[in-house]
Every structure is written in C-alpha cells, then in structure tokens.
C-alpha cells in the first residue's frame, strides 16, 4: 500500500530527526527528574502531569508545523509521482504520530512503568498520547492553510497559548459571571473544547484528588461517575484528532502546492 | 503525434492571473523550452501540468486523457525540480528505494543507468541532508529519468550541475526524444539548452507570447542566437 510506503520512510526519516530525538530525551530528562527529586511517587506524578499537559501539545504542534513547512518541496516531489494526495497526507502525518508515540513511550513510559507503574499512569501515558496526536494534526492543518513558516508557527504558539492560558482564564470570567445560575451542565461541552482540559480531567478522575482537579474536572466526576468521566473525556480527545485530521485531509486534496 | 495539449488554461491566485488563456500543443519527440522573464508563469505552466496546481480556467489532456483527480497519468511524466530538497536523514539508496516502491517501479523495470553515469553509485548510503547542491540535482535528474518516462519536465535542470554531468542530463533528454518523448525544459542558461530545443515557448506575464520552431525564431529575427533573437522577436511581436 502506498501510504505504508510514504509512512515508513517517512518514519525512517524521522528516526534521525534531532528534533524528535531532543524531544524524546527531554521527556526522559522531566520524567526521571521529577521522580528522583521528589520522593513520594504521587507526588511526582501530579507535577509530571502539570509539566506534560504543558510541554507534550507545545512541542507535538511546533515539531509538526516546523517539519511540513520544511518538507514542502519533498512533498511537491511526492505529489507529482501517479499516487493521491491521501496516501502522501496520511502517510506523513501517521509516521508524525508514530514517531512522537514512539517518543513518548520512550521518554514517559519507561519512567511511568519503573517508578510509578499502575491504572493512573496507563491512564496519564494515553491521555499524553493522544494530546500528541491532537496537535499533530493540529499543526498539520495549521501549515497547510498558511504558506509563510513564521506565520504557521505564531498561529501554532497562539493555539497553545489559547488552550494552556486563555482558555482558563475565559473559563474562570465565566464562572464568576453566573456564579448564582447552576452552570454544571454547560461545563462538560465547554471542556469539550480544550483538548487539554479533557486530558487533565481524565487523569485527575483517575487520581481522585480534588483540589487538582478543578471545577471541569469534579463537575465531569461528579455528572458521570469516574470511569465513564474518564471514557467520555478521552472519547472527546478522539473527535479531537478526528476533526483537524480530516480538515487537512480536505485543505491538502484542493490545495496548489 | 500530440502528447500534451493546454486548452484555455488560466491559473488565478486572489486576483493575480498567472497564468491567462494558454492554447498550447506539445507533440512526441520533440524538446520544447518553456522561457521567460521571472514571474512570467513558467513555473505555474508545469505545476498545472504535473497536478501540483489546479487551473483555474481550461484543461490540460496528457496522452489522450484529460488531467484530473485520478494520479494515474502522472506514472508516464518524470520531473526534475529545479530546487530539489529531500528528507535529510534518508540516505540517497533510501530515497531511491522510497520512489521507486511509491512509483510501483521493480528493481529490473528501473532505469538507474544514471545513478553510475552520475557517480553516485558509491554514495548511496550518504545522507541527503549532507549532500552538496549539485550532488542533490544529480538525485533528482535520476529520480526524474528512473521510470523511463514518456514526457519529461526539467526546471532549471542544469543549475548546480558541473558541466559533464550536466552534459551527460541534457544527452538523456535528447535520448528521450529520439525515442519518441516529449521534454519541456524550463531554463535561463539559453546556450546551454538551445542546442538541444526543437521550439520555443515564450511566456511573459502569463501569457504565451508564442511558440515556434527554434529555427523560425532565429530566422525572424536574424540571428543564430536564441538570447539574441529574444529582444528582438519581442519588441516585432509574432
């Protein structure tokens, strides 16, 4: 199949890629440091959380946008060899995927199963997985609607910034706003629209501690139970993956390269 | 026999036309040079002929059959980019590997006679990111040659190259239209690639200003030198 064959030299490539290697260290360098510095696990776990929700969607979303933007002109030689542009998409952004699982597996797996193994840190590995591959499929959909690196990349920095800051703070604004309406409802489809909010909140349910799970968080615990709340959290990171994926796959059919 | 026919094609980005109402007919084995100044609509000309852009008026039929959503035309058309920009840590014997499995290409059914004319031969296992500009041409003239193609579009395909391979690219081409091919080749380096011209193709602001025989271009003009008939030909319109 032809995106078999895109997505395994794609993914050969990607292998030697310095970025991914620096990125798969990094995680390995967080992970073990904040185990060996603290000595409770737990505790080491809820910092780890903190830092990943943070590093994991910044890092997937720059390292994608940077390295379409940088392959244009191998893709422009891809799009001229009697194959569809689906092939070519799917196998690059598969092989983006695989290689920042592989990354992650390495990096936060391996410190997850030797210091803190268990549910919690099933949980925490997939919910960063799957934050990975939101924004690689973010960022793919961001390169492929601006043509100019420096503009794909301030766009990419200001999504991060809406999902880690802005989207706390409007969160917050609201809260305060109808603090005397019963708001608890609207609370899981405004979840629903931070992708990082739901991996917080599907690992917090699991760690079942509230004062880090904050009010999506104990509103999706106490609506759905934990294990529902924490199906329909990462159900939600699904359609999160699902959507850009096949924005881009629509903006790459139609678009001049 | 026709190998490739433009109807009516017109390309427009917002509202920019860089590319207006070309009819163009361009036959089995001859080579035909696509010039220009900068901007004129060369590069929009192939991009709409390999798929890379979609017109925005006109169609484009390649062998009979007209340019569409299905990819499988591109199987008879080789390209050599005039920037050629690879995955830097595949190795060249990767890429090549890559390409041919993409191009459903065997080992026996590739031609890699270039790859020894070239002297790559012994550089297979070098990374591409490491590879100088020249060396990475020569990649790409193998890469463009590798499928025997049946039409064969080369940008700028001897910049970069030191004269014999350069040489040895342009003897290919002309070995591709003896055998019935059909080469566009897009160039600055007029000398370089007039010898080998059978027409012209003249674009200026997304027009074809024409498209004539080199020796009627030469003639009209009086002179045995393309970079000399060109001034001439333009300012007494065809």
Known sequence: MIMGKVLYYTLVDLARNRSV????????????????????????????????????????????????????????????????????????????????????????????????????????????VLLAWVHTALGTLIALLHRDKARGVGIALATWAGFVLVYDAL?????????????EPLVLPIAALNPIDLARIAIMIRVDLAAMMGYSGAVYQHMLGSAPGIAV????????????????????RRKDL | MDSIIFSGVGKRYRSLWALRDVDATFRRGEVVMVIGPNG??????????????????????????????????????????????????????????MMRDVRGLTPASADDGLVEE????????????????????????????????????????TAGLDPVSARTVLDRAAALRSEGGTVLITSHLLEEVEALADRIAYLQEGTLRFLLPLNDVLQRSGTDRLALALPKLLADPV
Do not use: N
């Open chain 2, 40 to 97: 004129s609509g060369k590069t929009t000309l192939i991009k709409c002929l390999l798929g890379l852009v979609r017109p925005t008026t006109g169609s484009i039929q390649v062998e009979g059959q007209v340019i569409g959503p299905d990819p499988g035309y591109r199987r008879s058309i080789g390209y050599m980019p005039q920037i050629s920009q690879f995955p830097p840590s595949l190795t060249i014997g990767q890429l090549l590997d």
């Open chain 1, 233 to 252: 959290a990462l159900t939600l990171m699904f359609a999160w993956i699902a959507w850009p994926t096949l924005a881009a796959f629509r903006v790459f």
């Open chain 1, 21 to 128: 290697v620096a990125f798969a260290a990094l995680v390995l360098a967080v992970s073990e440091g904040l185990f060996l510095v603290e000595a409770d696990p737990v505790k080491a776990l809820l910092s780890l959380v903190q830092v990943m929700l943070a590093l994991v969607p910044l890092v997937s979303l720059i390292l994608t946008v940077v390295y379409t933007y940088d392959t244009h002109e191998f893709t422009q030689l891809l799009a001229v060899q009697p194959i569809g542009r689906r092939a070519i998409l799917g196998g690059r952004m598969g092989a983006m995927a695989l290689a920042l699982l592989v990354a992650l597996l390495f990096g936060l797996g391996l410190p997850l199963t030797v210091h803190a193994p268990g549910t919690t840190s099933l949980v925490l590995l997939v919910a960063v």
């Open chain 1, 171 to 183: 969160l917050m604004a609201l809260l305060f706003a109808f603090s005397d309406r019963p708001i």
């Open chain 2, 118 to 157: 070239l002297g790559l031969a012994h550089q297979l296992d070098k990374r591409l990111g490491a590879l100088s500009g020249g060396t990475r041409q020569k990649v790409s003239a193998v890469l463009a040659f590798r499928s025997r193609p049946r039409i064969l579009v080369m940008d700028e395909p």
